[in-house]
Each structure stands twice: as structure tokens, then as C-alpha cells.
């Protein structure tokens, strides 16, 4: 690890297939990170099994998910890219973390509020403390910056407000995290839905576009797409189908929204939605491609996340060393 270098963190979980919305909030930012920061990435599973989840099926799309990093862009020379149940130091300092959360400040996370309603057969301990894993897997590496989406922005602060109240007690243990939310495809909505995000767990599969759909099912979700009948292509609070689709192609394209409203203005949807719809094959063609090639290759694979967590584990050791013994336990 360079010394000068600032640090970065971010993790995605492998529960299900990864949409358009994981894509353009936080995956597709990791890559232009890696040149100037120590950059690291994580499959994070253990925050998965917080909802139930088939154990075949998780295996295999945390694989998919780690192909799917590379296949970004991510480079395993360049980043530290690991599965989070290798690196046991993230569970080790979560415990310790527990301690000093607030069962008010869990009970606010909105994201526990809206997963406990969708799962009110479930609602496990570890769906509760989920922000305080998330914490621990930032404050390990001793992060500066997390890249998210909108929606993970309340358990970011979560983490800085853990280390603030460590560090008031013992000193300057942890670095203050900062997120990171990209201009554009922060909150990419669902198609059906537009007022809701799009979200893999969404029982419509019409909804959400996965990174590994076809050009077909692509092309079929986007013709789809919940509009309005007003029929101009603009951004609006009362349009958030159509703002969603300039969004989506303003991302993948690079044009600012302005620019997309600018050049279809006087369109119909007829034609907007499948333009959207090719943009978005086309950006995905090379990274489902790239990931098909890569799954073909566990043993590299394999050779890639046991490195990974090598690296992460190294780095995870020093901060849970200086915890455990700021808090008192004897040193082994
Ligand atoms: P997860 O796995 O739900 O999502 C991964 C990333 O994708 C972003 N995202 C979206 N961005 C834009 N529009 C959407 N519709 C959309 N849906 C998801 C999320 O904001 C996220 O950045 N708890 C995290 C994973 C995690 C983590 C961490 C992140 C665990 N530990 C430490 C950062 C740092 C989660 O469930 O993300």
C-alpha cells in the first residue's frame, strides 16, 4: 500500500444479479479510481445471507459478481478486490463496532425499515446491524472515500458517526470516511415504477435491467418502460418515467441531461425509448461478454480472490490490532 495515497472502499452485494442501477451508481465510477487512490473493492456476502439466500446460488453469483468487477474494468494489479467472508477481520470488528452503535440510530435506517417490510417473516438481528458490518468493512481499510449510490448515503454517515464516537474515546483510531455520489445514475429508477429505484429485488422482472440480460430482453424492458401520455422528453417531477430515461441515457452516453433533452426535444417516445435501449446494450455488451469469458476460467478465478483477500487481510489486521487493543483485550 503507497503511504501517500488517499484510500477508497466500496462493496456490492451478491444477492442476485447486478441491474443497470449498480452499474452506473457505483460500479462503473470503481475502475477511474484505481491510479490515484489504494483501491479496494468487496463482494460483500455476508451482508447478503441478512435475507435468506439459495447457498448454490450465492456461490455462484458471488463468482459472477467478482468476474463482473473485473469485467468493469477493475484491475486486480492495480486494486485490492476480495469476497468479504475471506477476510475475517470484517465480522472481528463488527462485533466490536455493535458496542458502540445506538440501537436508536439503527432503528432510523431507512433501508432496515423498507427490507423488514419486504421480509416480515425474517427480520434477523443481523438485517438490524447490517450499517454496523458496512461501517466496519470502511473503517478497516481506514477509508477516506466510499463510493455509493443515493441510496446508501444514511449508512455512510452511520459509519462516520461510529468513528467519530470511537475515536473521541480512544483517539485517532479511524480515518473519517467521506461518500462519493456520481453526478449522474445515482438513483436510476425502476421502468415500471419510475417514482421507486430499481432494485434486483423487485418481483416485476420488467423493472430493472440486469448487466447480464441479453440485447433482446434489454431492448423489450426499455420499449416497455412506464411513460406518461403528456409526450414531451424532458425532465420533470411529474415526468419520472421520462426523467429516468434521460438519465439512464445521459450516463451511459456521457451527455449531460440538458444536452439529451436538447437533442430529442419535438420526439416521440416511439422512438426515444428504443435509442435508450440501444445505448444501454451497447454499453453492456462488452462487460456480459468480458464476464462470460472470465467465468470460463475459475481457476484464475480462484488464483484472483485468494490474492484479493491476502491483500485486504494484511491491511484489515493492522486496524483490528490497534482496536482490540484500544478496548482493552490482551494481545495474542
Ligand atoms: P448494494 O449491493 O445494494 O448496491 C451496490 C451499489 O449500487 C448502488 N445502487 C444504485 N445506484 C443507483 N441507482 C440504483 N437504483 C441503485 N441500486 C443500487 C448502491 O448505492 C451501492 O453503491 N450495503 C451496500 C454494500 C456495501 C458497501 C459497504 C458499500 C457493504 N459494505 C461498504 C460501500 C461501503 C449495498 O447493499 O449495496
Partial sequence: MEQNKKTIFSGIQPSGKITLGNYLG????????????????????????????????????????????????????KSTIFIQSHVPQHAELSWVLNCYTM????????????????HADNINGGLFTYPVLMAADILLYQADLVP?????????????????????VY?????????Y???????VMSLSEPEKKMSKSSENENSYIL???????????????????EGGIYRSPEKPGVSNLIEIYAAVTGESPEKVEESFSGQGYGAFKP?????????????????????????????????????????????????????GFVSR
Avoid at 55 to 67: D, V
Fill in 275 to 327: 435509442t435508450v435501449g440501444e445505448a444501454v446494450v451497447e454499453a453492456l455488451r462488452p462487460i456480459r461478454e468480458e464476464t462470460e469469458r472470465l467465468l470460463k476460467d475459475k481457476a484464475s478465478l480462484e488464483t484472483l480472490y485468494r490474492q484479493g483477500a491476502e491483500k485486504a487481510a494484511a491491511m484489515a489486521a493492522r486496524t483490528l490490532r490497534k482496536v482490540h487493543k484500544k478496548v
Fill in 148 to 168: 455509493v449510490g443515493e441510496d446508501q448515503r444514511q449508512h455512510v454517515e452511520l459509519a462516520r458517526n461510529i468513528a467519530q464516537r470511537f475515536n473521541g
Fill in 103 to 118: 440501537f436508536g440510530e439503527l432503528s432510523r435506517m431507512t433501508q432496515f425499515k423498507d427490507k423488514s417490510a419486504a
Fill in 211 to 229: 448487466v447480464m440480460d441479453p440485447p433482446e430482453v434489454i431492448m423489450r424492458k426499455f420499449k416497455r418502460a412506464v411513460t406518461d401520455s
Fill in 26 to 77: 457505483a460500479l462503473r465510477n470503481w475502475p477511474t479510481f484505481q491510479d490515484t487512490y489504494n483501491a479496494i473493492y468487496s463482494v460483500v456476502d455476508e451482508h447478503a445471507i441478512t435475507v435468506r439466500q439459495n447457498p448454490a446460488e450465492l456461490r455462484r453469483q458471488t463468482l459472477e459478481l467478482y468476474a463482473q468487477l473485473i469485467a468493469c474494468g477493475l484491475d486486480p494489479e
Fill in 181 to 187: 455520489i456520481p453526478p449522474v445514475g445515482a438513483r
Fill in 171 to 179: 483517539g485517532e483510531v479511524f480515518a473519517m470516511p467521506e461518500a
